[in-house]
């Protein structure tokens, strides 16, 4: 709106030129961006974590299961008896506290004394095929496995015919992780009966 004074000058009043934003809404919307790109950063690096530990994690479960397994095989064929289902400190076969992953000794049974060499995982090489020369063997020294089989508390002593079995496997897992435990673990009972 120009109004014309006496001196000939042009005076506008009323409007205002748009000038650009202000710093203030600039500083807003750089920190509304800084935190939805960290959002959205944290989110992948959780997906490579994933993607880095999933071979480690499904070998810590399966042997886990296979240890567990191997303790129900050796009641049921009456391998050995189940008074030996217990720890070494409570006069059983199995070792106490966290053992490196060893191969089945003699007695079939995984996590006794008479176990054998460190367990290696066994891939095919670049070929894709296994038995080649190209294969490759990573031993799992990096893995332990604890057994702990405990009586099961009853009013007035402990249940005569039931034990808790509880089967862990940890791993330290690199990376991202910093050097980490990442632990898997697995319960169940074995009873006396089959």
Avoid: C
Avoid at 129 to 155: E, K
Wanted: proline share 3%; hydrophobic share 40%.
């Amino acid at each position: 709106m120009a109004v014309t004074t006496q001196s000939g000058e042009i005076k506008l009043r009323g409007h205002r030129t748009q000038q650009g934003f202000t710093l203030l809404e600039v500083m807003i919307a750089v920190v509304v961006l800084v935190i939805g790109l960290v959002g959205t950063l944290s989110v992948f690096t959780y997906g490579i974590q994933a993607v880095q530990f999933a071979q480690e994690d499904i070998i810590a479960k399966q042997k886990a299961r296979e240890a567990l397994e191997s303790i129900y095989g050796a009641r049921n064929t009456s391998q050995i008896s189940y008074d030996l289902i217990q720890n070494v400190s409570g006069g059983g076969v199995f070792l106490d506290g966290w053992q490196t992953l060893r191969v089945a000794g003699n007695d079939g049974i995984i996590g006794t004394a008479d176990d054998g060499a460190v367990e290696t995982l066994h891939l095919p090489g670049p070929d894709a095929v296994y038995g080649t020369a190209d294969d490759v063997y990573t031993p799992l020294s990096n893995f332990q496995r604890q057994i702990q089989i405990t009586n099961i508390p009853i009013p007035g002593g402990v249940n005569p015919d039931m034990r808790q079995v509880a089967v862990s496997v940890q791993y330290t897992a690199g990376g991202f992780m910093g050097g980490a435990a990442r632990t898997y673990t697995i319960t169940s009972y074995i009873s006396r009966f089959r």
